[in-house]
């Protein structure tokens, strides 16, 4: 099982699609505020179906709750700022795979503090600076599906 987190997610579509996504990959959702929207929003709701009642979900008061809490787990951290890209990264039970805001993605400190781990999915055109975080969560949760089983 892999772990995704939302550090500060914006919107409540995404959030709903990454949690039908998480139940459908067998993995856990980690949520951490605050969000750009309420937890009960019908948007989340419309867009996670009426699956949210079936999710592991946990949720976070802030980014440092997240860390105290989950301080011996693996983890890495996808950002466009990534060198490495998500083929290259050491899938493993329990791995916690961290994504940013859809605005701003991964705060610079996180960045900056997890430079070793930080990885990001490429892009073949000049044209685009990210992909909408629901399809890279789906992209990186899937290879981590392939390669570990």
């Given at each position: 099982?892999?772990?995704?987190?939302?550090?500060?997610?914006?919107?409540?579509?995404?959030?709903?699609?990454?949690?039908?996504?998480?139940?459908?990959?067998?993995?856990?959702?980690?949520?951490?505020?605050?969000?750009?929207?309420?937890?009960?929003?019908?948007?989340?709701?419309r867009a996670g179906l009426d699956y949210w009642?079936?999710?592991?979900?946990?949720?976070?008061?802030?980014?440092?709750?997240?860390?105290?809490?989950?301080?011996?787990?693996?983890?890495v951290f996808l950002s466009s700022h990534g060198?490495?890209?998500?083929?290259?990264?050491?899938?493993?039970?329990?791995?916690?795979?961290?994504?940013?805001?859809?605005?701003?993605?991964?705060?610079?400190?996180?960045?900056?503090?997890?430079?070793?781990?930080?990885?990001?999915?490429?892009?073949?055109?000049?044209?685009?600076?990210?992909?909408?975080?629901?399809?890279?969560?789906?992209?990186?949760?899937?290879?981590?599906n392939r390669q570990l089983r």
């Amino acid at each position: 099982m892999l772990n995704i987190v939302l550090i500060n997610p914006e919107i409540p579509n995404n959030t709903g699609n990454i949690g039908r996504l998480a139940l459908g990959s067998g993995c856990r959702l980690h949520l951490v505020k605050p969000f750009g929207f309420k937890i009960d929003d019908t948007r989340l709701k419309r867009a996670g179906l009426d699956y949210w009642q079936h999710m592991d979900v946990s949720y976070y008061d802030d980014v440092q709750d997240f860390f105290n809490t989950n301080s011996e787990a693996k983890m890495v951290f996808l950002s466009s700022h990534g060198d490495k890209t998500h083929y290259e990264i050491p899938y493993e039970e329990n791995m916690f795979l961290v994504f940013g805001q859809e605005s701003k993605g991964l705060p610079k400190s996180i960045t900056d503090a997890h430079s070793e781990h930080l990885y990001k999915i490429p892009l073949y055109s000049e044209h685009i600076r990210s992909l909408n975080l629901a399809n890279a969560v789906g992209i990186v949760v899937y290879e981590g599906n392939r390669q570990l089983r």
